[in-house]
């Protein structure tokens, strides 16, 4: 079962000021790795090790989560890796627009909360606006991977990438899987979303996504 939150209530609708890069990680200027829902944070509490010469960090809207993978973070001594509550769609991006230009490598963003209900679609994680900031902070060339287990899902987050326009109006992003669904995940590990679904043999929906060097996005 998906423990959900409602990101539109008045609690999680705080701006939150997140830590700036420099006090979150020994090493700021590593390469990072930002992960969107990061639930439990077991996909980075395996990643981190292996991938030391990134810093990565997790995002979470649900508090309890986070502390269970904090805590699990300082017991492990992982200095590249931090987890932050908030809502990424309130909080994230003020803290983006001040990240040294170049930084951002990699940005995931794994099984996002469904909200099956058309009335609460509002409530889901990636919206446009989230992939415009997302976008202007990543550096050339680094990528997005997206995955989810539910095509409606899967669908409007690759809408709002294919939708994310440079001002000479071609895309800011550009496919680097084909065109096509990602068989196998590019990471040599699963988040908890994903080993449940593998265990049942249901399907996933990948895809990897680059920014196009270059790009000077659009603004409403």
Partial sequence: MRQHVN???SFYQL???LPAIAELFPDPALPLHLDIGCARGRFLLALAPQRQNHNHLGLEIRRPLVDLAEADRRKLELTNLYF???NANISLEDWLQQLPPNLLKLVTIQYPD???KKRHH???MVQPSLI???AKAMAPDAQLFLQSDVPEVIRLMLEAVDNCQAIDNTN???PCDGGSWMELNPFPYATEREAQVLEKNLPV???LYAKRAGSIIQTN
């Fill in 7 to 9: 990101p539109l209530s």
């Fill in 15 to 17: 701006e939150r000021q």
């Fill in 84 to 86: 932050l509550f908030c």
């Fill in 114 to 116: 469904p909200w099956f």
């Fill in 122 to 124: 509002k409530r889901r």
């Fill in 132 to 134: 415009t900031a997302l």
């Fill in 172 to 174: 800011v992003f550009y």
């Fill in 205 to 207: 929906y990948r895809r």
